[in-house]
């Protein structure tokens, strides 16, 4: 007597490389530097990735409803409200609703004055300039100065692009830069030890140590360095007229992991907003754009959020100026969507960021081939047990990463 078994099984149980992820948001982050660039990169690379069909892009504006209802994660909460009155301050701008806007935004302005400068600095810095911006809007260009000369006592360094801004409001910025840089300035030279510490001058960042900050109108400054794994460092420094002020700090190890926020622009803010943003819209995959500002051009970051392996893979970047901006960017943008079609299972030492989180070896363990599994084994003995294996017949449709793989034993 001849006893036949035919076990049907997918044959993607087998395959080590999961399937490229269906959906995904392009976030563009604001942090108050070159937001117009970050919008118009992120764009861009959304297009790209909306032309590839593996991919399912999910409308950025969803995603920024998202971030304004539920705020950037580690923001207080009063800070994730004035985070929302701005961004419904732009709303209303963009609508031409102006009065609308500059009630919103007023109210941005009284819940951020009453926090720590150091906290949310580079937000008071946006929601003073998006204020003067509105004003000069309706016109009233005492208020937008006044909003302006605000911005620029927060940050005196920054400058307005003009191709993200009016030549109307660019030239009123500049002038209120000029009267309060003609009045008496000095200098902050700022080092530590060990170097290579952000540096953030009213909570905007400026850059790591050594570095010396020039033209500073003199007055009060709230100075914090930050190192990963050393304890941060905040203290208020005074500029006083034609005069260097010289700051030298020696850090303390705390053999941890900093506490990071949205505005330090590290590794573990970005995987977390990104976590937070892709299970409140249950896309598989988050990709973090951002450009500032460096050395006469731009610096175009971008980071991939996994949501399943809970990390992020390793940040891309670039630094082009306009003249070759073209090539630059759509070199950048293939190697964003090649990217975001990475399968972690296959090399996860190789894609994942160290500076994330996610267990490497959690996800090899992932990757265990199905024959290497007793559970199996003992699955298909239990069938073949004493009996002949007569034929393996396999069968997938078209080549595609899925069929049914059919055995039969007698």
């Known amino acids: 007597m001849i006893v036949s078994f035919l076990l049907i099984i ?24 070159a937001d117009g660039e970050t919008d118009r990169q992120a764009t861009f690379i959304r297009q790209e990735l909306s032309q590839d069909g593996r991919f399912q892009v999910v409308d950025d504006g969803i995603a920024r409803d998202v971030i304004s209802y539920h705020g950037n994660p580690g923001s207080s909460e009063q800070a994730r409200l004035a985070r929302e009155e701005v961004n419904q301050a732009r709303t209303r701008y963009f609508a031409f609703q102006y009065d609308e806007a500059f009630a919103h935004i007023d109210r941005a302005l009284a ?27 309706m016109k009233n260009d005492a208020q937008a100065a006044t909003s302006f000369a605000e911005a620029i006592k927060l940050n005196p360094l920054a400058n307005l692009d003009p191709q993200f ?38 909570g905007i960042f400026h850059g790591v140590t050594p570095v010396t900050l020039s033209d500073l109108p003199v007055g009060e400054y709230i100075l914090r360095l930050d190192a990963n794994r050393y304890e941060s460092i905040a203290r208020k420094v005074v500029v006083t007229a034609d005069a260097t002020a010289l700051v030298q700090e020696k850090l303390r190890w705390t053999g941890k992991k900093k506490d990071a ?5 590290n ?29 006469g051009g731009f610096r175009l970051t971008s980071r991939v959020i996994d949501r399943e392996f809970r990390t992020s893979l390793k940040p ?13 960017l759509k070199d950048f943008s293939t190697d964003v969507v090649a990217q975001a079609s990475q399968n972690i299972r296959r090399t996860p030492t190789e894609l994942i960021d160290p500076a994330g989180s996610g267990d490497v070896r959690l996800l090899m363990a992932e ?43 007698r």
């Open 111 to 137: 819940m951020l004055t009453s926090l720590d400068v150091a906290d949310v600095g580079a937000l008071l810095w946006e929601a003073h300039l998006t204020r003067g911006v509105i004003a000069k809007a």
């Open 367 to 409: 990757r265990k081939q199905l024959h290497k599994r007793p559970l199996f084994w003992g699955g298909v003995g239990g069938l073949a047990a004493g009996a002949i294996i007569g034929g393996i017949l396999v069968g997938t449709s078209g080549g595609s990463d899925s069929g049914d793989l059919r055995v039969r034993f």
């Open 165 to 202: 801004f009016s030549p109307s409001v660019v030239q009123l910025y500049d002038q209120q830069k000029q009267i309060i840089a003609s009045g008496p300035v000095g200098s902050l030279q700022i080092d530590s030890d060990p170097q290579v510490a952000e540096v953030f001058v009213n």
């Open 10 to 33: 997918p044959t993607n149980v087998f395959a080590a490389d999961a399937s490229a992820p269906q959906s995904l948001v392009v976030f563009a982050k604001h942090d108050g530097d």
């Open 261 to 265: 926020s949205p505005e330090e622009q």
């Open 316 to 328: 891309k970047a670039v630094l082009y100026h306009q003249d070759e901006a073209a090539l630059k």
């Open 267 to 295: 590794a573990e803010a970005e995987l977390r907003q990104g976590l937070s943003l892709a299970d409140a819209l249950k896309v598989d995959r988050v990709v973090m754009v951002n450009a500032d500002q460096d050395a």
